[in-house]
Structures are given as structure tokens and as C-alpha cells.
């Protein structure tokens, strides 16, 4: 049996790439930006799989050009770039990867709070 294919939208850590590449047969798009729709659509056309950032935009065009994909993960947070309903509809499994910014945001959040309690900008400032 064939391994799946799989269009990585971005250079992503080593240590993902390598699991995927150990089930799939994966190309990952070589540029800093993401890649152009016309060219995401190219790539996605025999792919059972995408991993794509925020930027790239999963729509019903897009799914009409890719007929053997199962399955679409966002490396983000967030999924306002992928038409759920339409994959839903489609058969076709959305993921994401919540809670990975929680911790971090909670971090910020009680550094900013110590900063402003003990006054860190203006006494940075006058120590200058």
C-alpha cells in the first residue's frame, strides 16, 4: 500500500517533520512566505494530507482541487483560515493545536502584572 502524501506549508521543528515523514511521504514548500493559492492548490491536488499555517487559506475551492485529502492541520492555535463546515461536510478531518500558547500568555500575562505593580519601565527609565 501507498504511504500518504502530505503538502507542509512552511518549514516546521525537525522533530515534527521527522514524525511525519516516517508514516508519509512529505514535500514541504521551500520559501519564507507562504505558498502562492494557485501553487497550494497544485500541491494539494494529490495529497491525502496538509499541514498549513494561519496564512494559508483551506477553502471549498481548494478542497474541490484536492479529492484524495483526509485530512487538514493547522500548525496555529487558531482555524479561521480553514472552511470546517465544508471539510466536515466532505469527510475531511480538521486539527489545530490548542492550549499550545497557554502557558506562555499566562507567563506574559504575570510579568506584565509585576512590572506595572513594581513600577520595572519608570524605574528603568530614571536609572538611565
Known amino acids: 500500500m501507498a504511504r500518504p502524501r502530505v503538502f507542509v506549508t512552511r518549514r516546521i521543528p525537525q522533530v515534527g517533520l521527522a514524525r511525519i515523514c516516517e508514516a508519509c511521504d512529505a514535500e514541504v514548500w521551500p520559501g519564507e ?9 497544485e500541491k494539494a491536488r494529490d495529497c491525502e494530507g496538509l499541514l498549513t499555517l494561519l496564512t ?44 499550545v500558547l497557554t502557558e506562555a500568555t499566562a507567563d506574559m500575562a504575570l510579568a506584565l502584572l509585576l512590572a506595572a505593580a513594581r513600577r520595572i519601565v519608570e524605574s528603568a527609565d530614571h536609572a538611565r
Open 33 to 41: 512566505l507562504p505558498p502562492p493559492p494557485e501553487v497550494l492548490r
Open 56 to 99: 494559508d487559506r483551506i477553502d471549498a475551492a481548494l478542497l474541490d482541487a484536492a479529492p484524495r485529502l483526509k485530512v487538514v492541520s493547522n500548525f496555529a492555535v487558531g482555524y479561521n483560515n480553514i472552511d470546517v463546515a465544508e471539510a466536515t461536510r466532505r469527510g475531511i478531518c480538521v486539527g489545530n493545536t490548542p492550549d
